[in-house]
């Protein structure tokens, strides 16, 4: 194994979720008067919380971002995620075998919420791999592009920085992986290389199939 510990994030890495929760996203921005298309909402928001946009919305809804209104669109997403949440193809047997390789040092960091995150992995089936190990960039002083919450979960695992592998999905991502001093592999399986070797990324795959044969 060239890794003592591999910390996953988890939207479009762990989880296909992402096109799910811009859809919900894109629905209630279209309420609020600002319209976009699905892959217009993925590029601004893929990567990002919602709050992190807090200005950009404000400014095309004219309206002020509400707690109200975050709680309405987390219960609005969940029950999509809940109803068509589906896992990233070859990613049981990835995870099955990293953790095996690694002796259990394995963890999921994400900038999501930490109830999403777990009921999501326990919607696909990979809960038991991940329980005790789960990091929310909600609970951490900063979220991604720092690299709060990989410092977070590398601690937790009593494992160096630079000793573990990141598998992520975006450059955002990326940029917190490669700022906490870790080896990032990013998953592209519809292209979009070049931008996330520029962010840092060591090497870019399209298959998670091919994932514990770059890392062991």
């Known amino acids: 194994m060239k890794f003592d510990a591999v910390l996953f994030d988890c939207d479009g890495v762990l989880v296909d979720s992402e096109a799910i929760t811009c859809g919900v996203l894109r629905d209630m921005l ?50 999509a995620l809940v109803a068509d949440i589906h896992a990233i193809p070859n990613i049981h047997a990835a995870v099955k075998a990293l953790h095996q390789a690694t002796a259990g040092r394995i963890a999921c960091a994400s900038g999501a919420d930490r109830f999403k995150v777990e009921m999501m992995l326990a919607q696909v089936g990979l809960a038991d791999y991940f329980a005790g190990k789960v990091f929310s960039g909600h609970e951490m002083p900063r979220s991604k592009p720092h690299p709060d919450v990989y410092l977070a979960a590398a601690a937790h695992l009593r494992v160096d920085p630079a000793r573990c592998a990141v598998v992520e999905d975006t450059s955002t991502g990326v940029r917190a992986g490669v700022s906490a001093g870790a080896t990032v592999f990013a998953y592209a399986p519809a292209g979009g290389t070049q931008a996330l070797l520029e962010a840092g990324a060591h090497q870019v795959f399209g298959d998670m199939a091919a994932l514990p044969g770059l890392l062991c």
């Not at 400014?59 to 987390?74: D, V």
């Open 30 to 79: 279209d309420e609020r008067g600002w319209a976009l298309t699905l892959q217009q909402c993925m590029d601004i928001f893929v990567g990002s919380a919602v709050t992190d946009k807090r200005s950009d919305i404000e400014r095309h809804t004219a309206q002020p971002l509400t707690h109200e209104w975050l709680m309405s669109f987390r219960e609005r997403r969940n029950a």
